[in-house]
């Protein structure tokens, strides 16, 4: 069986992992909903998450040795844990008020304010049909959100700073060095987000009861191996491909919430998440042609 999934194409290999990817960080959101609402604080989930996270690298370290660990970018890892707690925290916060669903639909807009970053941070020149595609992507979020109704849940803004966050998580990515490997990446960000989510988290401690302690541990394992799913996904396939089937998370939680939560979305969420996710879909396939023609050599 293994044999025959290493046969299959990259891009089919990233497919699978992406959607795998999907599943299990559909099922971590689904145990974060339920220790949240048990009232178990979200520095307390961060922590256990990064820390469990931490623990799984083990082997891998060990493997690797100390010089397989090596980095010149020390900053920014310690910016990138930040902003990737900052983002953990709204996240967890955000899944314990809202619906699956409508949390993830709205997590999707990490590519739009990528496109924001891009051209403030990056400099980058964005022309005409990106910055439509990104407007309507946000007024899918305004359709979703409903601001000055009386259907408006404040809470949702939790979702727009996680996706802000890991966009902003993902531009400074950018300006690390193939050296930085995924390895090294992994355990910085587990090593320095654990000391830094510890102070709050034991703060705020409240001692989990023995079925809070399994989902805990399910957290951090889910989180620990879809993320590792992720990056897999990404290095065996192209990203044009692979990408559009993290969209398959909306479904997952869909799926999830209805029979765990008995959560089912509204109409103005599915017209919402269409406008996010065809938005950031036309995005993600115009960079990808745009790259393309970039790094094709010029004709002779």
Same mark, same amino acid.
């Given at each position: 069986?293994?044999?025959?999934?290493?046969?299959?194409s990259?891009?089919?290999?990233?497919?699978?992992?992406?959607?795998?990817?999907?599943?299990?960080?559909?099922?971590?959101?689904?145990?974060?909903?339920?220790?949240?609402?048990?009232?178990?604080?979200?520095?307390?989930?961060?922590?256990?998450?990064?820390?469990?996270?931490f623990?799984?690298?083990?082997?891998?370290i060990?493997?690797t040795?100390?010089?397989?660990?090596?980095t010149?970018?020390l900053?920014?890892?310690?910016?990138?844990?930040? #902003? $990737?707690?900052?983002?953990?925290?709204?996240?967890?916060?955000g !899944?314990? +008020?809202?619906?699956? &669903?409508?949390? @993830?639909? *709205?997590s999707?807009?990490?590519?739009?304010?990528?496109v924001?970053?891009?051209?403030?941070?990056l400099?980058?020149?964005?022309r005409?049909?990106?910055?439509?595609?990104?407007?309507?992507?946000?007024?899918?979020?305004?359709?979703?959100?409903?601001?000055?109704?009386?259907?408006?849940?404040?809470?949702?803004?939790l979702? #727009? $700073?996680?996706?802000?966050?890991?966009?902003?998580?993902?531009? !400074?990515l +950018?300006?690390?060095? &193939?050296?930085? @490997?995924? *390895?090294?990446?992994?355990?910085?960000?587990?090593?320095?987000?654990?000391?830094?989510?510890?102070?709050p988290?034991?703060?705020?401690?409240?001692?989990?009861?023995?079925?809070?302690?399994?989902y805990?541990?399910?957290?951090?394992?889910?989180?620990?191996?879809s993320?590792?799913w992720?990056?897999?996904?990404?290095?065996?396939g192209?990203?044009?491909?692979?990408?559009?089937?993290?969209?398959?998370?909306?479904?997952?939680?869909? &799926?999830v919430?209805?029979m765990?939560?008995a959560?089912?979305p509204?109409?103005?969420?599915?017209?919402?998440?269409g406008?996010?996710?065809?938005?950031?879909?036309?995005?993600?396939?115009?960079?990808?042609?745009?790259?393309?023609?970039?790094?094709?050599?010029?004709?002779?």
């Amino acid at each position: 069986m293994r044999q025959g999934f290493l046969n299959l194409s990259g891009n089919a290999r990233g497919c699978i992992w992406m959607a795998l990817c999907g599943l299990g960080f559909s099922v971590m959101a689904a145990f974060v909903k339920l220790v949240g609402q048990a009232g178990i604080n979200t520095f307390e989930i961060t922590f256990f998450r990064c820390f469990i996270g931490f623990l799984m690298l083990v082997p891998f370290i060990v493997k690797t040795g100390p010089h397989g660990l090596h980095t010149q970018h020390l900053k920014a890892h310690v910016l990138r844990s930040g #902003l $990737g707690i900052v983002a953990m925290a709204c996240s967890y916060l955000g !899944i314990a +008020k809202l619906e699956l &669903a409508i949390y @993830t639909a *709205l997590s999707f807009t990490k590519p739009l304010f990528a496109v924001l970053l891009a051209v403030i941070i990056l400099k980058e020149d964005v022309r005409w049909r990106r910055w439509a595609a990104t407007i309507v992507g946000f007024l899918g979020v305004l359709v979703m959100m409903q601001p000055g109704s009386g259907a408006f849940n404040p809470w949702a803004l939790l979702a #727009l $700073g996680d996706a802000m966050s890991i966009a902003l998580l993902i531009t !400074i990515l +950018k300006r690390l060095p &193939a050296s930085e @490997t995924p *390895l090294i990446m992994l355990f910085y960000y587990g090593l320095i987000a654990t000391a830094m989510v510890a102070p709050p988290a034991i703060y705020y401690w409240q001692w989990p009861e023995p079925i809070e302690w399994l989902y805990l541990v399910i957290i951090g394992a889910t989180g620990a191996m879809s993320q590792y799913w992720w990056i897999l996904a990404f290095k065996a396939g192209e990203a044009s491909v692979v990408a559009p089937f993290d969209y398959l998370r909306l479904l997952f939680a869909g &799926a999830v919430g209805f029979m765990i939560f008995a959560e089912l979305p509204d109409h103005w969420t599915l017209i919402g998440a269409g406008l996010i996710i065809g938005s950031t879909v036309y995005i993600a396939q115009r960079e990808a042609r745009l790259g393309r023609a970039a790094a094709k050599p010029p004709e002779s």
